[in-house]
């Protein structure tokens, strides 16, 4: 199927677009904390009203999420492993907020387990340990691989993307990257397994959440990266602000990219009332295509949607006399 809309390309310069533990368990290792992207919510085996239900896979059942962090990887002082027969347990030590939060949230039943999300990705889920009070605390339920990712995320490390086979003919995938200092959440766009690329457009769509919008901001294609699509080549990219488009072009030849290569990246913000879990999915209608040395289509497959999770802002709960 042909697809046209809006396309960079020689001779179409002038587009108006800005470019821009058990009792004797054993310590692994202990390290400190140096901010990250790690965000902790309460969550549940059972219903709870307000919270979000969550797929584990095929074979593992659900979980319901609270739909806000009760604190995030800033506000973790100090962690570190332990090995017990049960298999890893994490020890945290938090800040006095969190651990307010923290005690808060338990006092109203809000859940005795915790979910475990990076950039928006649901990474792990643990039990939290019955004796957990004050700035310290137990996970408990997390394998030992898990554990170590959590725990390099806290460290301030970014783990590439685990690859992915490859496939039989190109993948455009979206992935979170973080919040920007402004607080905006970040989406980068990546196109894998494909060969004689000359040109490319992208456009994406936002749905889901329970209320509210998550907005698009500012796009932006980052050519100096070493994974972008037309490294070290003559090419034209723009970023089109007001139609939600990202696109290059090659002056001349094609690439071949077997492995992920970045396209650009998409920032958005939650309106005041946004809450929920938002879906941000490729546009397969015009406004997205890659082409080759002829200009003619190729057929690409599109990843599943990049999850962005937003919550309202926390209420304070007085009990009543």
Not at 5 to 22: D, E, F, L, P, R
Not at 121 to 134: E, F, I, M, P, R
Not at 144 to 152: A, D, G, I, P, R
Not at 270 to 283: K, N
Request: hydrophobic share 40%.
């Amino acid at each position: 199927m042909r697809r046209t809309g809006w396309v960079v390309a020689v001779g179409m310069v002038s587009i108006g677009v800005t470019m821009v533990a058990s009792a004797r368990a054993e310590p692994r290792s202990v390290r400190e904390t140096k901010g990250g992207v790690v965000n902790f919510h309460m969550a549940s085996t059972t219903p709870i009203n307000g919270y979000d239900k969550v797929s584990l896979g095929t074979d593992n059942g659900v979980l319901y999420v609270g739909p806000r962090a009760v604190w995030t990887s800033k506000e973790v002082v100090s962690a570190r492993t332990t090995d017990s027969a049960d298999g890893a347990v994490m020890e945290l030590t938090l800040s006095p907020e969190a651990a307010q939060r923290l005690s808060s949230e338990l006092k109203h039943k809000s859940g005795d387990r915790l979910a475990i999300y990076s950039d928006g990705k649901l990474l792990t889920s643990g039990t939290l340990g019955a004796g957990s009070t004050g700035g310290r605390f137990t996970i408990a339920g997390i394998n030992s691989v898990n554990t170590e990712q959590v725990l390099k995320l806290l460290n301030g490390e970014r783990p590439a993307p685990a690859p992915a086979p490859l496939p039989a003919g190109p993948v455009i995938s979206l992935v979170p990257a973080g919040q920007s200092p402004d607080g905006r959440y970040l989406v980068e766009v990546f196109v894998q397994g494909v060969t004689d690329l000359r040109t490319y457009q992208i456009g994406v769509v936002v749905t889901g959440g329970t209320s509210g919008e998550l907005l698009r901001d500012e796009l932006q294609i980052e050519k100096t990266r070493p994974d972008f699509v037309f490294r070290d080549q003559d090419a034209i990219s723009a970023a089109d602000q007001v139609g939600g488009r990202l696109g290059g072009v090659l002056v001349d030849g094609v690439v071949n990219r077997p492995g992920a290569a970045y396209l650009g990246t998409y920032s958005f913000h939650p309106s005041p009332d946004a809450a929920g879990t938002f879906q941000v999915s490729i546009d397969t209608g015009p406004k997205s295509f890659l082409a080759g040395a002829g200009n003619e289509i190729v057929e690409f497959r599109t990843a599943p949607a990049a999850l962005i999770a937003v919550g309202p802002a926390p209420t304070q709960r007085t009990n009543e006399k």
